[in-house]
């Protein structure tokens, strides 16, 4: 491949990671062209950039997702490149390709690569082949109850159900008896033909108590492949992250080392580009079994490059423009210790719901060790049309405590007014006596989410938010909503008992 020096990128994208891109584009010295619905006439990425075009109506697919659209602002702003960030359109095979057929650069894997590793049952036996153990499941999608049945009726329940063609939890279902595997299979049919066009869906074992880890790679046009290190991922709701650390707690040196050499053959064995993460389930046994590959930059790559001082976003441009990866292996060493939690516009004591409103109050959390990810600003608007995370503290240490204690630090720091934010609830995990000891797995949320911790409100948050709810709205006639730690004696306050039985049960 020849080298192409990149001049000017368009992010494909919107809020904390449409920023972080243009930063790294800005630092390298690459113009930058932000896209943005009528929702985000106002967005900070739109200001930051070099130049920002309206392309739609707040709907998604009628903005963020629109191929063409995109496409053609790429081109008419004598761009070289695209970037997609996370979301959206970022593991789309086709907007990959047809990026690629207009003569762009498409920063991330190529179409080729996205397609086979989107496909969850093909990704299965493209590293299965590679000598990388699988989850026990199926290999072919379920054609019917009767099928489903004997599928699971081989593998034993409990079993779960997942899409074919699609990630994010969508569609996935815990089947723990084969009573409940005709409802089951009907929703989750339902919900990845709602979500991703595809109706199939496969059956795999599930396993008990498992940890989540993954390992970020990079990839490039020579057949280079390394690892970055390991991130766990194991406490989230519904099949969605929502604190993610490195170094894991449960994995040894020795096993750390063979889930690496694992996700490389992965990637080699797709002639992966770019930068990607190859996600592994490691069981009570410490046996550790494919998951999928995340063709696209993570949400919690800050946890990465906090520990190795690489900008993965930066190596992105580069393999992008043809440059070969520029460490060995052995280069990578891996300092000290990270931790990301990620804010969510969400109620946590009303099982998360989404929490719309004006950001009329903000103080980030800052000091020694602390990354901030975000695009908020005072005034802020958060609506319902797009994905509810809003930021990302990340915090380092020389070692887990030091994060931790820098964490609970920023997290009391880190004041959002207007909306409801899961700060609180972030604090109880990091504080919860199972976090610190590292004994959790991916059932943490379900199993201790029923009990009910008492929170208070300072008094002087709620008037420094109440003072600047009536500055930024000029229309506040009590105190807005005041989220974040200041907010927190004990905890976190739980979640609603039924409501959770109704979602896990």
Same mark, same amino acid.
């Given at each position: 491949?020849?080298?192409?020096?990149?001049?000017?990128? =368009?992010?494909?994208?919107r809020?904390?990671?449409?920023?972080?891109?243009?930063?790294?584009?800005?630092?390298?010295? !690459?113009?930058t062209v932000?896209?943005?619905?009528e929702a985000?006439?106002?967005?900070l990425h739109?200001r930051r950039? #070099?130049?920002?075009?309206e392309?739609?109506?707040?709907?998604?697919?009628?903005s963020? =997702?629109?191929?063409?659209k995109?496409?053609?602002?790429?081109?008419a702003a004598?761009?070289?490149?695209?970037?997609p960030?996370y979301g959206?359109l970022s593991?789309?095979?086709? $907007?990959?390709?047809r990026?690629?057929k207009?003569g762009? *650069?498409?920063?991330?894997?190529?179409?080729r690569?996205?397609?086979?590793?989107?496909?969850?049952?093909?990704?299965?036996?493209?590293?299965?082949?590679?000598g990388?153990?699988?989850?026990?499941?199926?290999?072919?999608?379920?054609r019917?109850?009767s099928h489903?049945?004997q599928?699971? +009726?081989?593998?034993?329940y409990?079993?779960? *159900?997942?899409a074919?063609?699609?990630?994010?939890?969508?569609?996935?279902?815990?089947?723990?008896e084969e009573?409940?595997?005709?409802q089951?299979?009907?929703?989750?049919t339902?919900?990845?033909?709602?979500?991703?066009?595809?109706?199939r869906?496969?059956?795999e074992?599930?396993?008990?108590?498992?940890r989540?880890?993954?390992?970020?790679? *990079?990839g490039?046009s020579y057949?280079?492949?390394?690892?970055?290190g390991?991130r766990?991922?194991?406490?989230q709701?519904?099949?969605?992250k929502?604190?993610?650390?490195?170094?894991?707690?449960?994995?040894?040196d020795v =096993?750390?080392?063979?889930?690496g050499?694992a996700?490389v053959?992965?990637?080699?064995?797709s002639?992966?580009r770019?930068?990607g993460?190859?996600? $592994?389930l490691v069981?009570?046994?410490?046996?550790y079994y494919f998951l999928?590959v995340n063709?696209r930059i &993570?949400?919690?790559h800050?946890?990465?490059?906090?520990?190795?001082?690489l900008?993965?976003?930066e190596?992105?441009?580069r393999?992008?423009?043809?440059?070969s990866?520029?460490?060995?292996?052995?280069?990578?060493?891996?300092?000290g210790h990270?931790?990301?939690?990620?804010?969510?516009?969400?109620? +946590?004591?009303?099982g998360?719901?989404?929490s719309?409103?004006?950001?009329?109050?903000l103080?980030p959390?800052?000091?020694?060790?602390?990354?901030i990810?975000?695009?908020?600003?005072?005034g802020?608007?958060?609506?319902?049309y797009?994905?509810?995370?809003i930021?990302k503290v990340? #915090?380092?240490?020389i070692?887990?405590a &030091?994060?931790?204690?820098?964490?609970?630090? +920023?997290l009391?720091?880190?004041?959002?007014?207007?909306?409801?934010?899961?700060i609180p609830?972030?604090?109880y995990v990091?504080?919860?006596?199972? $976090?610190?000891?590292?004994e959790?797995?991916?059932?943490f949320?379900?199993e201790?989410?029923?009990?009910n911790?008492?929170?208070?409100?300072?008094d002087?948050?709620? *008037? !420094? +938010?109440?003072?600047?709810?009536?500055?930024?709205?000029?229309?506040?006639?009590?105190?807005?909503i005041?989220?974040g730690?200041?907010?927190?004696?004990?905890?976190?306050?739980g979640?609603?008992t039924?409501?959770?039985?109704?979602?896990?049960?």
């Open positions: 491949m020849q080298s192409h020096r990149i001049q000017k990128v =368009l992010v494909a994208n809020g904390e990671i449409a920023l972080r891109i243009i930063r790294t584009c800005e630092e390298m010295g !690459i113009r932000a896209v943005y619905s985000d006439r106002t967005a739109v950039a #070099s130049e920002a075009y392309i739609g109506p707040p709907a998604p697919l009628e963020y =997702l629109a191929m063409d995109i496409i053609q602002v790429a081109k004598k761009c070289d490149a695209v970037h960030g959206f593991e789309s095979p086709d $907007f990959a390709r990026v690629e207009s762009l *650069l498409f920063i991330g894997p190529t179409a690569s996205i397609r086979a590793l989107g496909d969850k049952l093909r990704a299965r036996d493209i590293v299965s082949r590679a990388v153990p699988v989850v026990p499941g199926s290999t072919e999608p379920i019917d109850l489903a049945r599928i699971a +009726a081989e593998f034993g409990p079993v779960l *159900l997942k074919v063609g699609g990630g994010g939890g969508r569609g996935m279902r815990i089947v723990k009573k409940e595997l005709g089951a299979l009907r929703e989750a339902a919900e990845t033909r709602s979500a991703f066009g595809d109706p869906v496969y059956i074992k599930y396993l008990r108590h498992p989540h880890i993954e390992v970020q790679i *990079l490039d057949d280079n492949v390394i690892h970055l390991e766990e991922c194991s406490i709701r519904r099949f969605q929502m604190i993610e650390e490195s170094p894991s707690t449960f994995i040894d =096993l750390r080392a063979e889930i050499s996700a053959r992965a990637a080699k064995a002639r992966y770019s930068a993460t190859v996600e $592994f069981d009570e046994d410490k046996k999928e063709t &993570q949400v919690e800050p946890v990465t490059e906090m520990r190795t001082g900008d993965i976003v190596e992105q441009l393999i992008a423009s043809g440059e990866i520029r460490w060995k292996q052995e280069e990578i060493s891996p300092r990270s931790i990301e939690c990620r804010i969510y516009a969400e109620d +946590a004591d009303e998360f719901l989404p719309v409103g004006k950001i009329a109050y103080r959390a800052q000091g020694n060790g602390i990354r990810d975000s695009a908020l600003e005072m802020t608007e958060i609506t319902s797009y994905d509810a995370l930021s990340v #915090s380092w240490g070692d887990r &030091q994060a931790i204690s820098r964490m609970d630090r +920023a009391r720091e880190y004041l959002i007014a207007g909306i409801k934010t899961t609830f972030c604090l990091i504080n919860h006596k199972a $976090f610190r000891n590292g959790y797995d991916t059932g949320v379900q201790f989410s029923k009990r911790h008492q929170t208070t409100a300072a002087d948050g709620r *008037l !420094i +938010a109440a003072i600047s709810g009536v500055l930024v709205a000029g229309e506040a006639k009590e105190a807005p005041l989220t730690g200041s907010q927190i004696k004990d905890g976190w306050s979640w609603k039924k409501r959770i039985e109704q979602e896990y049960h």
